[in-house]
């Protein structure tokens, strides 16, 4: 393999936050608004080491869900805004199912960056998971962007799988999950995360081939962990995984923003991706621009919906004022509601009229 084709993965190492707007004709006047309770899940996978080689790998979930009470209450930040959460409160519905969405941050993020999104989902009726695919810092091997997570980028989507079959057996949230309406979001390395579950695969010649170099101001890191995927085991494996499927069947839509590493899919490595699909990109974003990343993937994933907004909105790399990043981000999550909603049409049957 040549030594620079997984240096090329740190196109998706700024990954933040991103904005868009959806068509209007999709929105859904009669949401109903639910409380929002919170848990946390540690789940290991066995099959996989850790990035120091003395341990599974971990994979920790955080828990977005309508709550109907109980639990609690907790105060989160919200883009600036304090809003109230019930810390293991009940789900809503003594009966119901819930679909579920699973969420997977930026590269160097976390859990709690996606909160304005996952929060707005549970409102929305959706229970959601958001994994945390970056350890700690001893877990990472004391590196920092890119961590080891995000440069081996595609090993996240197994984590994502891994969380399902795990909740899918967790005896608290297994029996309020509709195992026939999953789906996956996520933002910049989190988007291509959400594809590769959809099937997409990876070409690292075709990364190595195609794609710019990395800034200059982490060339050297990158440089480190090239080296360090010559040489160290767990690396070594999970290099010899780059190129594989990792399509979830259980996995039935994917709503992808500002996804970077265009250049290391194929025609050929996007034929396979056959769930509907919404990809997102604002037509100034200087992270994952959308010639290359955004509109290439959605040309070669069939029937994929492709919607460009206007301005930076992939990764706000110019200062916004508060209120209008809190108005863009809200666009977004209501954008992914809408699309999972028009996946699975009795949601909005089974609401009351009127609301």
């Not at 740190?10 to 006047?29: C, H, I, N, Y």
């Not at 009966?95 to 590269?107: Q, V, W």
């Not at 810092?137 to 994502?160: I, K, M, S, V």
């Not at 949230?173 to 996520?186: H, T, Y």
Request: glycine share 10%; aromatic share 8%.
């Amino acid at each position: 393999m040549p030594p620079r084709s997984i240096a090329r993965l740190v196109l998706l190492v700024a990954g933040v936050v991103f904005s868009g707007a959806w068509a209007r004709a999709a929105e859904d006047p009669r949401a109903v608004s639910h409380p929002v309770g919170v848990a946390n899940r540690s789940f290991e996978d066995a099959d996989r080491s850790n990035w120091p080689g003395n341990g599974p790998r971990p994979v920790r979930v955080t828990l977005w869900y309508p709550s109907e009470g109980g639990g609690a209450v907790e105060a989160v930040e919200d883009e600036g805004e304090l809003v109230s959460v019930r810390r293991d409160g009940t789900v809503t519905g003594f009966r119901e199912r819930h679909p579920l969405i699973l969420l997977s941050h930026g590269s160097g993020g976390n859990a709690g960056q996606v909160f304005w999104w996952g929060h707005f989902l549970a409102q929305r009726g959706y229970i959601v998971a958001a994994v945390d695919h970056n350890g700690t810092d001893e877990e990472e091997l004391h590196r920092r962007q890119p961590t080891p997570t995000d440069f081996f980028g595609w090993e996240r989507a197994r984590d994502l799988s891994l969380a399902l079959t795990r909740l899918l057996a967790d005896a608290r949230f297994s029996p309020r999950i509709d195992e026939a309406r999953v789906g996956a979001a996520g933002f910049s390395l989190g988007g291509t995360t959400a594809l590769w579950t959809a099937g997409a695969r990876l070409d690292l010649e075709a990364l190595r081939l195609h794609s710019p170099p990395p800034p200059q101001a982490i060339a050297g890191a990158i440089e480190s962990l090239i080296a360090h995927s010559k040489t160290d085991r767990v690396a070594i494996a999970a290099v010899s995984r780059a190129g594989q499927s990792y399509r979830d069947p259980r996995i039935k839509a994917v709503f992808a923003l500002a996804p970077p590493m265009g250049a290391g899919f194929t025609p050929e490595g996007l034929r396979g991706v056959t769930v509907p699909v919404c990809i997102v990109v604002g037509d100034a974003d200087q992270v994952a621009p959308a010639a290359g990343n955004a509109r290439h993937f959605a040309a070669h994933i069939p029937h994929a919906r492709l919607v460009v907004v206007p301005g930076e909105r992939g990764h706000y790399l110019q200062p916004m004022a508060a209120e209008q990043r809190r108005r863009e981000l809200r666009e977004v999550a209501e954008m992914s509601a809408n699309f999972f909603d028009e996946q699975w049409p009795e949601r909005r049957r089974s609401r009351p009229p009127g609301t």
